[in-house]
């Protein structure tokens, strides 16, 4: 198989060649891969071998308070907070042809590759959470529920205007950032994720023609079941040390596609490339069979992570993850 065709099956439940190999990377970090500052995306995946590559071209803005420190930039609290503050959700005009220029130039570019195109995208979920920070999330939950639905519906139309323009220029699929859990469950309650949130994405899902995955840090298991029902085709990234990917295979396997899991809080940034082996074994083991997996980081590759251990985990798929798996 080609990583194209590889990604697509595990995206489709099906059992590709090998377990496909995915993810996201900071810039730094990938100059220290490949030991120089000008490359390709096409470059970068063949070093590695990742299956994919991506652009980041409609990913929707928050409107928030930002801060910078020491050359990260931080969220602070969000800048909607009634219906006067709403005309400070502006977007990138959907209709405007040249706003797709850019993904249209690096599709047809790479198009020959045959590498797997995936478009980063933010559907609005957390552009509410980070628009209308925390607290105010909270207090219009209780005093303004309508305040939500009006920021949500932008989001959601500007997406839709968005999608339907770029479903047919060559993105074999979407993930979309859309946070809502922390470590311990999710932000909001079940209850108010199904009644506010899950309608809107599915009006999202109905106008989206490719597969589209949703990332969503923290333990989400509470609302699986919600979340599967907006329409997705696959979890990222399971955060090992809130949720169990063996489990999550076991009951949700056989429905979603599931990527990533690979630790971030030790086995990449402080452990061993042994360690970073061992653990990569142990996530195709538990996830691999039957196909449905993509092997990644439990988040994305910052420049923190230890550089030998990022090679650790290149080697480790592709030692570990052939088909049929034989991991005795």
């Known amino acids: 198989?080609?990583?194209?065709?590889?990604?697509?099956?595990?995206i489709d439940l099906k059992q590709p060649d090998q377990v496909p190999f995915a993810d996201y990377v900071e810039h730094e970090m990938r100059k220290k891969i490949m030991?120089?500052?000008?490359?390709?995306?096409?470059?970068f995946a063949t070093t590695?071998?990742?299956d994919a590559i991506n652009i980041d071209d409609f990913v929707s803005p928050v409107f928030c308070k930002r801060r910078q420190l020491n050359g990260q930039d931080y969220i602070l609290d969000g800048l909607i907070k009634t219906d006067k503050d709403l005309n400070l959700m502006v977007f990138p005009d959907p209709t405007d042809e040249s706003f797709y220029d850019p993904a249209k130039r690096f599709i047809e570019k790479n198009a020959d590759q045959d590498l797997a195109i995936y478009a980063i995208c933010r559907f609005g979920i957390s552009g509410v959470n980070y628009s209308m920070g925390?607290?105010?999330?909270?207090?219009?939950l209780y005093e303004n529920p309508k305040l939500i639905d009006k920021v949500l519906d932008r989001y959601v139309e500007w997406n839709c205007q968005v999608l339907e323009r770029i479903n047919n220029i060559g993105i074999d699929f979407i993930i979309?950032?859309?946070n809502i859990a922390y470590n311990n469950g999710p932000l909001v309650f079940p209850q108010v994720f199904r009644e506010i949130f899950v309608p809107k994405i599915k009006q999202i899902d109905d106008v989206c023609r490719v597969p589209?995955?949703?990332?969503?840090?923290g333990n989400i298991m509470p609302i699986m079941e919600d979340i599967l029902s907006m329409g997705v085709s696959g979890v990222h990234p399971i955060e090992p040390n809130c949720m169990d990917l063996k489990t999550v295979k076991e009951i949700y396997g056989d429905r979603v596609c599931l990527w990533g899991n690979i630790d971030l809080r030790y086995t990449l940034t402080r452990g061993t490339p042994e360690e970073v082996e061992k653990e990569v074994k142990q996530r195709i083991a538990e996830a691999g069979p039957r196909g449905g997996y993509i092997l990644g980081s439990a988040n994305g590759l910052p420049e923190y992570c230890k550089l030998e251990n990022i090679w650790a985990m290149a080697r480790a798929v592709k030692k570990y993850g052939k088909y049929p798996l034989d991991l005795k």
């Open 1 to 10: 198989m080609k990583s194209r065709e590889r990604i697509l099956a595990a």
């Open 35 to 43: 030991v120089k500052e000008d490359f390709t995306e096409v470059e």
């Open 134 to 140: 925390i607290d105010g999330l909270s207090y219009a």
């Open 176 to 178: 979309s950032y859309d």
């Open 212 to 217: 589209w995955i949703t990332h969503m840090d």
């Open 48 to 50: 590695i071998g990742f």
